[in-house]
């Protein structure tokens, strides 16, 4: 089996030392050489004529020393090998600097590949430091496509080629098939022997193509099948069967008209629901899509039939404000709804427990404590977790044990990029609210610079003075004289200078949660009028009054989280706005916040974010639970996946414990991903 390969000193030149340097790549078996994909590719392949060379072309020629190389000492370290070279169009210039032993390499005469970026000096090609071979040696440096790979210090590009080239000589042909004949001959895929050969030293252009196509979708295959067969473990828990519920009675008691993807979403859980299996799944909608309605209409679905609820969230601002929405909704009904936070007094703690324990309660809101040792539920069906990032799978399995398999229901206010959403929440159901109910007002954005900061005060003032609130997000808590960047308390304290009379406070991520809970209080009843924070406003409190959000050095957060900071105001009936600023001029940084400027659809942000930055950095900092790819690109590769997925799933439908003979190694390959917890961990 190849995760379980021999280690890379069994390699012929690869001693203690040399396997320490690929150590620090992450290789550490002759398998993870292997799989140690080339970053990019080299094609010198293809010869060009001396006479078709322009500036700055990267090319390969074939030329013949014209004159004895002349070795030049310019000054003191600088010297230069200099000699001409031809072929049958015409003259090059080429030259070597600080590498004198280079003059007696080469011979008037002898002709020698070379390979390089050509200059065009006084009508003349050149070459600098080129890559050169003789015409007898050609082929190892020249003449065909040259893989180029990271480097760590100790290593040069020669060893982890000569590495490389001796593993894939060794081993490639015994790396077992993980993918059967049928699939590969739908998705017309090489075999893996072939792929591991051309990833590293394509033949051409064609086969190295073939060859990452194979590779691609054998990743996102073994990991579509790793998280298929732990949602098919999922799948067999027997959940409590909730039907009969009549959810007209509490939809037509509402003030409004649901909206299709929220009646979509409904629908979906309550079949989940009815189905005798535990339900685990991830409702996922912009900022304002309407998540709460659905979480009410699954609470209103699990009391007709008998069944209390829980709703998890982050903090207890979030708490209370869940509590007084939900107890708005559920006016016309006979809810027994209780608030469980920290701040609930002992003896209100007491009395709630007890009640639960009773089963006297249908539905609990509170934070993480909801799952303490001391809280007992009695005939709990549905458990919902409102959080910013993900719940995990180990804390989803703690809440199914300890409740007594609950389903499950994760909402999430991130717009995730559909691939993405296909791996972090691989293991859950998919729900997806992409239409905003009516009403929902656009939040004008607009990107500035600091030539602006005047006129941003006077903003700033002019929202203040119409009876609104304001959001300003600095990237720092405190002044940091390496960075231009503002900082929270300094930025506080020059606003209440400039603005006398008007109430400012900032927050930010050090201070204690009771702390900040007052804060947040003091804001959501308008006794603050301005709020300077870093990004801990992220958390989802409606505060409809705030109608202004002011990002300085937005340059410094990723467009999904500049969406999610956007998404604090513009929930109230007055025209909100988002004012980026941002004293960078590079084309990237531009280019990033125009897109922002340009929608409000916070899943079309997310997707050109994944492509910008890659899925590694998608959350600001590694995601829990998200696996690294060697080769697949989840902002591009979304197709493949989505076939990949396609391929698993209807494998493990034909057999779902892959007891087959043809899928034996995949079996393998998948119980090590999952036994070490590569996956989801």
Excluded: W
Excluded at 34 to 51: A, C, G, Q, W
Excluded at 535 to 564: C, K, Y
Aim: proline share 3%.
């Amino acid at each position: 089996m190849i995760y379980s390969d021999s280690d890379i000193r069994t390699l012929k030149g690869i001693g203690d030392k040399k396997a320490q340097a690929f150590n620090r790549l992450g290789i550490f078996t002759v398998y993870d050489l292997i799989s140690f994909y080339p970053r990019k590719y080299e094609d010198r392949s293809l010869v060009r004529n001396i006479s078709d060379l322009t500036d700055g072309d990267t090319c390969c020629i074939k030329a013949v020393v014209a004159d004895d190389p002349k070795l030049s000492r310019i000054r003191r370290g600088l010297e230069i090998v200099r000699f001409r070279a031809f072929d049958d169009t015409g003259l090059v210039e080429i030259s070597y600097f600080n590498q004198s032993y280079l003059k007696n390499v080469f011979s008037k005469g002898e002709t020698y590949y070379f390979y390089g970026k050509a200059e065009k000096k006084y009508s003349r090609a050149a070459l600098t430091n080129p890559t050169f071979e003789r015409e007898e040696d050609a082929g190892s440096k020249t003449g065909r496509i040259v893989p180029i790979y990271r480097l760590s210090s100790g290593l040069t590009q020669k060893n982890v080629i000569d590495a490389v080239s001796t593993a894939v000589d060794l081993f490639a042909d015994t790396v077992p098939e993980i993918i059967n004949p049928g699939i590969r001959n739908r998705n017309e895929l090489v075999q893996a022997r072939f792929a591991y050969k051309n990833i590293h030293f394509p033949a051409d252009i064609g086969s190295l193509e073939l060859a990452r196509k194979r590779l691609i979708f054998e990743e996102l295959f073994l990991l579509s099948c790793s998280l298929g067969l732990r949602k098919h473990g999922i799948k067999k828990e027997d959940g409590f069967v909730i039907e009969n519920a009549s959810l007209p009675s509490f939809l037509d008691a509402l003030p409004f008209t649901p909206t299709g993807a929220q009646m979509r979403a409904i629908s979906e859980c309550t079949t989940d629901m009815k189905s005798g299996h535990v339900m685990n799944r991830l409702l996922q909608g912009d900022v304002g899509s309407g998540k709460t309605l659905v979480a009410a209409a699954l609470i209103y679905y699990a009391f007709n039939s008998g069944y209390s609820s829980a709703l998890m969230v982050p903090t207890e601002v979030l708490a209370e404000q869940h509590y007084k929405n939900l107890c708005s909704l559920f006016s016309f009904f006979d809810l027994r709804i209780e608030l469980l936070t920290g701040s609930t007094t002992a003896a209100e703690k007491r009395r709630i427990k007890n009640e639960l324990r009773d089963g006297n309660i249908d539905l609990i809101i509170g934070t993480h404590a909801l799952f303490s040792d001391d809280v007992i539920y009695s005939n709990l069906g549905l458990v919902i977790t409102d959080e910013q990032h993900r719940f995990g799978v180990k804390q989803r399995s703690a809440i199914v044990e300890k409740a007594g398999n609950p389903h499950i229901l994760v909402m999430s206010a991130t717009p995730i990029p559909r691939s993405l959403a296909l791996i972090i929440y691989g293991d859950l159901d998919i729900s997806v609210l992409d239409e905003l109910p009516p009403g929902r007002k656009k939040i004008d954005t607009y990107q500035v610079d600091e030539s602006y900061r005047e006129r941003l005060f006077a903003f700033v003032r002019k929202q203040v003075d119409a009876g609104h609130q304001v959001y300003i997000v600095c990237p720092k808590v405190d002044e940091d004289p390496s960075e231009e960047l503002k900082s929270v308390k300094k930025y506080a304290d020059e606003l209440s200078a400039k603005l006398l009379g008007i109430r400012v406070d900032y927050m930010h991520g050090r201070m204690s949660a009771k702390e900040k809970d007052r804060i947040m209080s003091s804001f959501m009843i308008n006794e603050t009028k301005v709020l300077v924070s870093t990004t801990v406003i992220e958390v989802g409190v409606d505060v409809p009054n705030a109608s202004l959000m002011i990002i300085e050095n937005a340059e410094r957060f990723g467009l999904s989280q500049l969406h999610q900071l956007r998404g604090r105001v513009g929930r109230g009936s007055d025209k909100s706005y988002c004012i980026l600023v941002s004293d960078n001029s590079g084309d990237d940084v531009k280019r990033r916040l125009n897109i922002l400027c340009s929608t409000n659809d916070g899943f079309v942000i997310s997707e050109e974010d994944l492509k910008i930055r890659g899925p590694g950095d998608f959350f600001g900092e590694r995601q829990h639970g998200l696996p690294e790819m060697h080769i697949a690109d989840l902002g591009v590769n979304v197709n493949i996946l989505q076939t990949a997925r396609d391929e698993a799933n209807a494998l493990l439908e034909s057999d779902p414990d892959l007891k087959k003979e043809e899928n034996r190694a995949l079996k393998e390959q998948v119980g090590f991903l999952l036994d070490k917890n590569l996956i989801l961990n």
